[in-house]
T-cell receptor, first 113, second 114 residues
Framework: QQQVKQSPQSLIVQKGGISIINCAYE??????FPWYQQFPGKGPALLIA?????SEKKEGRFTISFNKSAKQFSLHIMDSQPGDSATYFC????????????FGQGTELSVKP | DTGVSQNPRHKITKRGQNVTFRCDPI?????LYWYRQTLGQGPEFLTY????????KSRLLSDRFSAERPKGSFSTLEIQRTEQGDSAMYLC????????????FGQGTRLTVV
């Protein structure tokens, strides 16, 4: 059962533009939503995360927007740079029950110079 | 380097052979997770340990798969009688209890079954 759906599958953005990746989840018990960045040949690296008691979290150029009623959350990358080109995964978990991560399918981001 | 370490990085094996992967977590992390990632997909949870206890196993983990974490330190994942469908990246992650979802991943072991 696919519990986290991610879109788009791939995204091309010009340097300096805004990259937006969307995720939707099904299990309303999820209470922690991280985003991971993965470069080819590397493991995923935690980028930013949010809990559902806030609607937005910003860290540098990266912002998570969270809509609990719609069961959706998104990642915004402001002033996108070629070095941001990577695959991005959203995930969800139950914070206090083991921390098993349920990942979305991933978005391959390409930032053109 | 004090991150999560996985060995080997790459493994090519013939169908039917057994393979074993090793994961060394960050030293103070008592939780250790194994995930499998196929091309173009997100990682899928396989199993996790808290210290030496294996607390959850996914239905993806068939009888041919076994994982251990003796003494609550490093972990091994063994696949017996490998099949071509086992070809994937096997990722290990670790975290501290109490901050369980801040998981740090290793670089993975790429398995190719020919």
């Amino acid at each position: 059962q696919q519990q986290v759906k991610q879109s788009p599958q791939s995204l091309i953005v010009q340097k300096g533009g805004i990259s937006i990746i969307n995720c939707a989840y099904e299990n309303t018990a999820f209470d922690y939503f991280p985003w991971y960045q993965q470069f080819p040949g590397k493991g995923p690296a935690l980028l930013i995360a949010i809990r559902p008691d806030v609607s937005e979290k910003k860290e540098g150029r990266f912002t998570i927007s969270f809509n609990k009623s719609a069961k959706q959350f998104s990642l915004h990358i402001m002033d996108s740079q070629p070095g941001d080109s990577a695959t991005y995964f959203c995930a969800a978990t139950l914070y206090n029950q083991g921390g098993k991560l349920i990942f979305g399918q991933g978005t391959e981001l390409s930032v053109k110079p | 380097d004090t991150g999560v370490s996985q060995n080997p990085r790459h493994k090519i094996t013939k169908r039917g052979q057994n393979v074993t992967f090793r994961c060394d977590p960050i030293s103070e992390h008592n939780r250790l997770y194994w995930y499998r990632q196929t091309l173009g997909q997100g990682p899928e949870f396989l199993t996790y340990f808290q210290n030496e206890a294996q607390l959850e196993k996914s239905r993806l983990l068939s009888d041919r798969f076994s994982a251990e974490r003796p003494k609550g330190s490093f972990s091994t994942l063994e696949i017996q009688r490998t099949e071509q469908g086992d070809s994937a990246m096997y990722l290990c992650a670790s975290s501290r209890q109490g901050r369980a979802t801040e998981a740090f991943f290793g670089q993975g072991t790429r398995l190719t079954v020919v």
